[in-house]
């Protein structure tokens, strides 16, 4: 082995060990964070410190029930049913309020609990039923039994925890707007079989689209809430603080420009369910929390295994699927518990691309053949347009004069437009021990490996810049008719968080610290550096990125219930370390190979060294630029925080909260936020009235300041162009007189009612404005008077961050339920909608770029149409769904329709308007024995795609859709085996 392959050997060695990845080149460099092993099928560092956390909370368990015994303590005991059918709810919490002690129901409904002695209450809530909360008085050393049962009512009756350090509340009786989705139910019934599309079709003001020919970005979906982007939604897991991934959107999609978490990377069958806090949340959460937050409640179940198997494929035969899940827990002493998840999904790619009209080959040769263009025109229209019908007509006939000399189809040459290929292994662990004096130790972290193969580009022959031949050679060994790269990239995912919970006179502590690493590599496979002609190797490296994140929190409460109707205070702070880096591909993947130096002694002066492009080929691998040494990124910020988080029963029926928050960060200074909440109950809880006011911010992430490359893109005219990303502190960003990136500033209002006018109908509405100030957006494209500076990296434009939008966000939510008992059977039945408006209210333009612009368009250089459009018109302005979920017996059924708004998508040419789309999903599910149920079922049963789009914005009829709405894939029919034992 050579020297420096160490890395290499290991990443291969994981390969083979897992047999996970398609191709791996000898060149590839891996980033994976984990430790070298001198076995090939040893577990890396991390995965051994998941199993080793496994094995560690197993013993200490098998100590902990002496520990406990030797406490001054008591055990309350009993079962959770279903208040009408007797049934056992597997799974239900039962907390005791005010602690954080707590534990699930086991598969017969049978809770345990250690308590300490005296008063305490008892609440014991399952997704789907109304919580019943109990007061007890327990003695030392005596076992109390205490049976829940519980009534069926509905989501919005579910007790969350979000938005409130203080008295766990369902969702009606909530200050502030929050969805309790029971996303473990939800995987059983739903088509859907990734957690974004899962919550895209039941929370209307969530959307998550896959996009296409859009990079890494066709690996983690952008995801947005209320339409704002990706990074101003916070993730928690557990009710910690969630990583970011590394990958930064640049190209045109959603999102673009920000930075969103990865929310595929965790099992879905992991989870229990999903709280949509949708409120400004910075007061409470810290930065990010602008549209609001998710937290994922991880499940606790013991002694019960659930599986499933779900595969299918899309109406037009392609897109299979292929996810194998299953979900284990057991008990660890009388409290603790162990619950482990894995997951396996083969997800095969699409392809929409049909017929286009783009010229195939290089027509120099031929008379009145079309040349290959340094600009207009590349399409058969466009010559048409230009020169006159005549020409595109003999320019289409020069082509299929070629593609008959070579026996080849027009189809050879067909792009692909659809959802990249991916294949993912993932592993979650949730984790609980009792210590003894009434503390826990808990633990929770997975680990995702997930390999996608997306398609950049097809490059056709016209384009002889971007064939490794010269003009003269007539017979090319390597890609003579031209070649479709594809980028096949590793996304790494890991997190790992432990802490210890418990009270002290009186006063519940948890301190915690939190760790996740998110990496990307680029491997371009099928695709040659031109400049390198036939020697060009066709599988390049091409660099990677990587982010990290360590949070270390201490969180401190107490409830009084002695004050007033009940007073909650809890205060803490936080500690944390952000890292980013860039990593360079092989130089084949960014070197200009055709440029060299010369003696120029053409002219009468001195003969003088000069640069020269010799062969006027596109530098570094096609598909995707790799990243230069000089791209290279290694850096760290850290932040402290410290909140105070108060809640005040001023009556049982009046409500109002209050909490503030102040962070300084190493790199850009201190911000304080606020916010201030209330809840007014009338008619007996019946009616609620609500609102809420705060302030909030974003810390601008590292990837925004320190992110830069250059890659392959459209220009203004839809040319393919290579464009440097440059850094915030680049000498780019200084000529271009871009200040120092700071952070977002925002302020949110809420207002809002919940309802319970009849039995078995909840409903909520609520109406928010969202201010969002100094936005940092990537900008378009220029490069005036940087000609010098963008040759140096062999680009032709420049497009840098900066905080430089003012916008304004207006909506509306309405949630409703209904639970209609029939003679034969229960039907559940929902409604959901969001209404969302984004504007800008201001463009701040740095008055060096004012003064130096030269053109008549500053503003449309700077933060043009497509920029513009996709900040605020990345999402349908309004999303409406309705489903009914009927049960009898064995039998089930669930029937959704979604209805998604119009959409506005900017593309290449104009801004087109797409009109609403409907999209209906079914299920039907039978219970084969107790333990397995099968169900089949459709999404998009009647394969509905949007408008299609206008020429112009279709590449000559390569893109026909756009990933708009429900998205470009059509309909997707599948059947799925669930077993629970």
């Known amino acids: ?148 049962e519980l009534t069926p009512g509905s989501t919005l009756d579910d007790v969350v925890v979000v938005g409130s350090r203080g008295q766990s509340r369902s969702a009606l009786q909530s200050a502030v707007p929050v969805d309790a989705l029971p996303v473990g139910e939800l995987t059983t019934q739903s088509p859907q079989t990734d957690l974004n599309q899962l919550l895209t079709y039941t929370a209307p003001s969530f959307q998550a689209n896959r996009q296409t020919s859009s990079d890494a970005t066709e690996f983690i979906d952008p995801a947005t809430l209320r339409s704002l982007p990706p990074d101003q939604l916070l993730v928690l897991v557990n009710g910690k603080r969630r990583h970011k991934s590394s990958l930064v959107n640049t190209l045109g999609t959603v999102g673009r420009g920000a930075v969103g978490t990865d929310l595929n990377a965790i099992p879905s069958a992991a989870v229990q369910r999903v709280e949509v806090l949708r409120n400004g949340a910075s007061a409470q959460y810290g930065s990010d929390a602008v549209a609001g937050v998710l937290n994922l409640q991880m499940k606790e179940a013991t002694n019960q295994l659930t599986a499933d198997v779900t595969t299918g494929l899309r109406n037009a035969g392609d897109g299979e699927v292929v996810k194998v899940s299953a979900n284990y827990g057991f008990a660890v002493g009388e409290e603790g518990f162990v619950n482990v998840t894995g997951m396996f999904r083969d997800r095969a790619r699409t392809n929409r691309a049909d017929g286009n009209q783009l010229i195939l080959f290089d027509q120099s040769d031929f008379p009145n053949g079309v040349a290959p263009p340094s600009g207009f025109p590349f399409a058969y229209p466009q010559v048409a347009g230009i020169i006159g019908e005549e020409a595109a007509q003999n320019a289409r006939r020069i082509d299929n004069q070629i593609l008959n000399q070579r026996g080849l189809e027009r189809s050879d040459f067909q792009f692909r437009v659809g959802q990249s290929a991916v294949q993912q292994r993932a592993v979650f662990l949730n984790s609980e021990v009792g210590l003894g004096n009434d503390a826990t130790l808990y633990a929770f972290g997975g680990l995702s490996y997930k390999n996608g193969i997306g398609a950049p580009f097809r490059r056709l022959p016209f384009s002889t810049s971007a064939m490794p031949y010269r003009a003269s050679n007539t017979d090319p060994a390597l890609f003579p008719n031209g070649f479709q790269p594809e980028m096949n990239s590793d996304v790494v995912d890991q997190s790992l968080t432990i802490g210890v919970e418990g009270t002290i006179g009186g006063w519940t502590w948890d301190l915690s610290n939190s760790y996740g690493r998110n990496s990307l590599d680029y491997q371009m496979d099928n695709t040659v550096n031109a400049s390198l002609l036939q020697a060009s190797p066709t599988s390049i490296y091409a660099g990677g990125h990587a982010f990290s994140q360590n949070v270390t929190n201490l969180d401190v409460s107490r409830f009084f219930d002695d004050a007033l109707a009940g007073i909650n205070v809890a205060f803490g702070g936080a500690y944390r370390t952000d890292r980013y880096q860039i990593f360079s591909g092989e130089e084949a993947s960014y070197r200009n190979y055709g440029r060299v130096q010369l003696i120029d002694d053409t002219s009468a002066a001195s003969p003088r060294l000069v640069t020269r492009d010799t062969l006027g080929k596109e530098p570094g691998t096609q598909g995707f630029v790799g990243f230069r ?17 108060t809640e005040v029963n001023l009556t049982e029926n009046l409500l109002v909260t209050a909490a503030g928050r102040y962070e300084n960060y190493s790199d850009f200074g201190g911000t304080l936020n606020g916010r201030l909440a209330a809840r007014w109950g009338l008619l007996d809880g019946r009616l609620n009235l609500r609102g809420s006011a705060s302030t909030g911010f974003r810390a601008p992430s590292l990837h925004q300041i320190y992110f830069n490359e250059v890659r392959t893109d459209f220009d203004d005219q839809g040319q393919l162009v290579n464009i440097g990303t440059f850094s915030n502190d680049s000498e780019v960003a200084r000529v271009l007189g871009i200040p120092q990136l700071e952070e977002e500033r925002s302020r949110s209002y809420s207002a809002g009612i919940t309802a319970s006018p009849i039995e078995n109908l909840d409903l909520t509405i609520d109406g928010y404005q969202i201010y969002v100030d100094d936005r940092v957006v990537l900008t378009g494209e220029f490069s005036s008077g940087l000609s010098n500076l963008l040759a140096e990296v062999g680009a032709q434009n420049a497009q840098v961050f900066a905080n430089a939008v003012d916008t304004k966000t207006t909506g509306l939510d309405v949630v409703a339920t209904y639970r209609l008992p029939l003679p034969t059977g229960t039907v559940e039945l929902s409604a959901a909608g969001n209404v969302n408006d984004t504007e800008i209210q201001a463009l701040t333009i740095p008055e060096t770029v004012r003064a130096n612009y030269e053109g008549d368009d500053l503003q449309g250089t700077f933060f043009g149409r497509q920029e513009q459009g996709f900040l605020t018109e990345s999402n349908p302005e309004s999303k409406v769904t309705l489903s009914a979920d009927y049960q009898l017996s064995a039998f089930g059924l669930l029937v959704r329709t979604v209805r998604f708004g119009e959409q506005v998508r900017p593309g290449f040419a104009q801004n087109q308007t797409h009109s609403p789309e409907w999209v209906v999903d079914a299920t039907a599910s039978y219970d084969l024995t107790e333990a397995a149920t099968l169900s089949v079922g459709a999404s998009n049963l009647f394969n509905n795609y949007p408008d299609e789009q206008v020429f112009g914005n279709s590449y000559a009829g390569v893109f026909d859709y756009a990933p708009v709405q429900q998205g470009l894939n059509g309909a997707f029919y599948f059947a799925r085996l669930n077993v629970q034992l």
């Open 1 to 148: 082995m050579q020297a420096g392959s160490l890395q290499d050997f290991h990443s291969i060695s994981l390969k083979r060990c897992l047999s996970w990845g398609r191709h791996i080149s000898t060149h590839r460099r891996r980033e994976y964070a984990m430790l070298p092993f001198s076995s090939p099928c040893r577990l890396s560092a991390f995965g051994s410190l998941l199993l080793g956390l496994a094995v560690a909370c197993a013993s200490l368990g098998a100590l902990s029930p002496g520990m406990a015994q030797a406490q001054s303590s008591a055990t309350v005991q009993g079962r959770v049913v279903d208040a009408e059918t007797g049934a056992p709810l597997a799974g239900a919490n039962v907390q005791v309020l005010g602690t954080q002690r707590g534990t699930s129901a086991d598969t017969d409904g049978q809770y345990r609990v250690r308590v300490a002695p005296g008063d305490l209450r008892l609440r014991a809530s399952f997704v789907g039923y109304s919580a019943e909360t109990e007061q007890l008085r327990v003695e030392a050393g005596e076992t109390y039994t205490f049976d829940f």
């Open 629 to 645: 040494p000089e791209n290279e990124v290694d850096r760290t910020r850290s932040n402290v925080a410290a909140y105070l988080d």
